[in-house]
């Protein structure tokens, strides 16, 4: 049964820092993994899709790659800005195909 | 604009009542998805949809039922069998089985 983790659960960093978000799964075999954001009581907004043939996606300021044999992808973002405080949701498609898995996010703050 | 709605945004029950949630989409989607959101959890999968007139359940499909009569609607019964039906709900679609997810705005269910 694939697992999936993201760590931390909550951060806070300052205004124009560049941080990293973290999504650990635990079969490698996936199809691929999708990155979204979730602000508070509001639907899920996706941010970037990564094939399994693919080793990384950017977009704007955020730039997501991902290492199959790890386990692992992580979601970077430049200049961090106000805006950008929501929770991130990383969701995992295993090989077979069968059923999208998600993370259980990590609520990130940004200060000014 | 194509896109997911969700109707109505908030809904309120008395227990014992049964509550059909509304999901359309205009993104010419072939599959559609229920998932349900707890605080704390990761989202679920309750049902989902490949092509009309087919659906499959999910993880938590107890005390839910769905049709899927129109490609553009998947509607979704919270029936009296579900112990446990308060939650925030959320309709996603893509164009292929399991490929990239649109999610819709959410409802959130309160029963009492």
């Known amino acids: 049964k694939q697992e999936v983790t993201q760590i931390p659960a909550a951060l806070s960093v300052p205004e124009g820092e560049n941080l990293v978000l973290n999504c650990s799964f635990t079969?490698?075999?996936?199809?691929?993994l999708q990155w979204f954001r979730q602000d508070p009581g509001k639907g899920l907004t996706s941010l970037l899709l990564i094939q399994s043939s693919q080793r990384e996606q950017t977009s704007g300021r955020l730039n997501a790659s991902l290492d199959k044999s790890s386990g692992r992808s992580t979601l970077y973002i430049a200049a961090s800005q106000p805006g950008d405080s929501a929770t991130y949701l990383c969701a995992v498609i295993p090989g077979t195909a069968s059923k999208l898995t998600f993370g259980t996010g990590t609520r990130l703050q940004v200060t000014l | 604009d194509g896109g997911i709605t969700q109707s109505p945004k908030y809904l309120f029950r008395k227990e014992g009542q049964n509550v059909t949630l509304s999901c359309e989409q205009n993104l010419n989607h072939d599959a559609m998805y229920w998932y349900r959101q707890d605080p704390g959890q990761g989202l679920r999968l309750i049902y989902y949809s490949q092509i009309v007139n087919d659906f499959q359940k999910g993880d938590i499909a107890e005390g839910y039922s769905v049709s899927r009569e129109k490609k553009e609607s998947f509607p979704l019964t919270v029936t009296s069998a579900q112990k446990n039906p308060t939650a925030f709900y959320l309709c996603?679609?893509?164009?292929?089985?399991?490929?990239?997810?649109?999610f819709g705005p959410g409802t959130r269910l309160t029963v009492t």
């Open positions: 996603a679609s893509s164009m292929v089985h399991w490929g990239e997810q649109y």
């Open positions: 079969d490698s075999a996936i199809y691929n």
